[in-house]
């Protein structure tokens, strides 16, 4: 690879890629040819001139360690957290947080463009007042010598021991510190996810910034029985007694070889097997598995502006597509005649339902369904509604559900995204049943990192 790999050489930086990690092209001699390498070089910023070396050489690509920064930008910081290098949680904790929501604004203003809409109807990023701790769920992951941490940056088997982290609620990262030194004292085996052998996979603890409630959930390959009868009673006596707010603690087996937090069997050490949460005055019931927006007090403000943009009428009828567990849906069922939801997750809409009539709401018609058949299904049943309102994931609903929704024609859409490109793609859909988007509004739920919700309005033949 010449020049490029075998010393440290200096490199401007151009932009930053989708991950948010800082990014160049450098040209170097191969075989006589003149060669293009793209480089990734994570803790810079755009402008700033660095001195990068290569240890991992690729053909076309290759991931560059910062060894000094020449001319910082102007906005850049000390990362508080000392994982910062290491750690794949939060990338541009070196950024200041203004210049932080100007490149997410940016950011969406441009992809708009891109699919040919106008920027000007992207609003500034509504940003977080103290954004730190804002987590409520997180999810940890024990290496096959049993250590608990995060995963580091770009190299997804390598386990960063837990000592901190900045953005998990402060109850979540004490809960977590006591499972490490509990596995620790026990020598009990982290899992070895290329051989399937182990005992400690994951660790989830999700935390009710509104009720104080704590669910501390282990996935372990095997029950808590015969020899771990013993380790499983201290566990429960160490965390009953350091966290008096933990609800529910669970032991869950799975033994599947995908590597998620998911479980055959669930045992309850203590408390209850799901924790109650509240979000805009409403109580949900949060299973270990049940999706719930994870930064508590900008979901709060991405309600409220979902209301604000669809603008519920008491004679209307309306569709929340994607669902989950019913957080637009129970504040919007409030104020329009009948609310029917769809969502794939068959716990989830159980829960939604759950959640429904603990809040006293009558008018709302779950169904667990992909989004797809859902649509069809509920328009047969229930009629054109006049609202829509869909918050997919990361991947988007997709073209065929964007054009269902363009022939069921409801007056106005509000499509709540996680991923500004698959929504940019998505609501090119919609233009040739005549919608027009009206305003974008950004909403930085997930601070130092770099990614960005948005909150938007379509109005059909505005
Ligand atoms: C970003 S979450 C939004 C959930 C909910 N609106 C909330 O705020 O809690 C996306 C939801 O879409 C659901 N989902 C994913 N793929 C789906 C599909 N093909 N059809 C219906 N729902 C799907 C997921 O289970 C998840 O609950």
């Not at 160490?238 to 995908?258: F, Y």
């Not at 090119?428 to 909403?443: I, S």
Request: proline share 6%; hydrophobic share 40%; aromatic share 8%.
């Amino acid at each position: 690879m010449g020049g490029v790999t075998k010393h440290s050489f200096v490199a401007e930086v151009h932009q930053l890629d989708k991950k948010g990690i800082g990014q160049t092209v450098v040209w170097h001699e191969e075989d006589g040819k003149r060669k293009k390498l793209k480089l990734a070089i994570p803790s810079t910023l755009p402008g700033e001139k660095v001195r990068v070396a290569i240890d991992e050489p690729k053909r076309r690509r290759a991931i560059a360690r910062l060894e000094e920064v020449m001319e910082p930008h102007p906005e850049r910081l000390e990362p508080p957290c000392p994982h910062f290098d290491r750690c794949g949680g939060c990338v541009w904790q070196h950024w200041h947080y203004a210049g932080q929501l100007r490149h997410k604004t940016e950011h969406v203003k441009t992809l708009l463009k891109e699919h040919g809409f106008d920027p000007g109807v992207v609003r500034d990023t509504i940003g977080m007042e103290h954004p730190w701790h804002y987590r409520n769920k997180m999810e940890f992951t024990f290496s096959p010598e049993g250590l608990l941490g995060l995963h580091e940056q770009g190299n997804f088997r390598q386990i960063i021991s837990l000592e901190t982290c900045l953005i998990a609620g402060k109850n979540i990262v004490e809960a977590a510190m006591e499972v490490a030194s509990w596995a620790r004292d026990h020598r009990l085996p982290g899992y070895h996810k290329d051989t399937h052998e182990g005992l400690l996979r994951h660790l989830m603890v999700r935390e009710s910034f509104a009720t104080g409630e704590v669910m501390v959930a282990l996935f372990a390959t095997e029950a808590p029985e015969g020899e771990l009868k013993e380790a499983a009673a201290d566990l429960t006596e160490r965390i009953t007694k350091a966290l008096p707010q933990v609800k529910s603690l669970l032991w869950l087996e799975n033994r599947a070889w995908a590597d998620r937090t998911q479980a055959e069997q669930t045992h309850v050490l203590a408390g209850r097997d799901f924790i109650y949460d509240e979000l805009c005055g409403f109580r949900y019931r949060l299973w270990f598995d049940t999706f719930f927006q994870t930064n508590p007090v900008q979901a709060e403000k991405l309600v409220e502006l979902a209301l604000e943009m669809g603008e519920p009428k008491p004679d209307e009828k309306m569709i929340d597509l994607f669902c989950g567990v019913g957080t637009f849906s129970l504040p919007f069922a409030k104020r329009v005649k009948a609310l029917a939801g769809i969502e794939i997750v068959e716990t989830s809409i159980e829960s939604a339902k759950r959640n429904a009539k603990d809040n006293g709401i009558d008018n709302t018609y779950f169904l667990a369904r992909d989004a797809r058949r859902g649509i069809d299904e509920v328009l047969e049943q229930f009629g054109r509604p006049e609202l829509l309102l869909l918050d997919p994931p990361r991947s988007g609903a997709g073209g065929k559900v964007m054009r269902k929704i363009g022939r069921a024609r409801p007056e106005r859409v509000v499509y709540v995204s996680c991923n500004p490109e698959t929504f940019a793609a998505d609501i090119t859909e919609l233009v040739p049943f005549g919608y027009t988007l009206k305003t974008v509004q950004p909403v930085d739920l997930f601070p130092h990192t770099a990614h960005v919700e948005c909150c938007a309005l379509l109005v059909r033949g505005a």
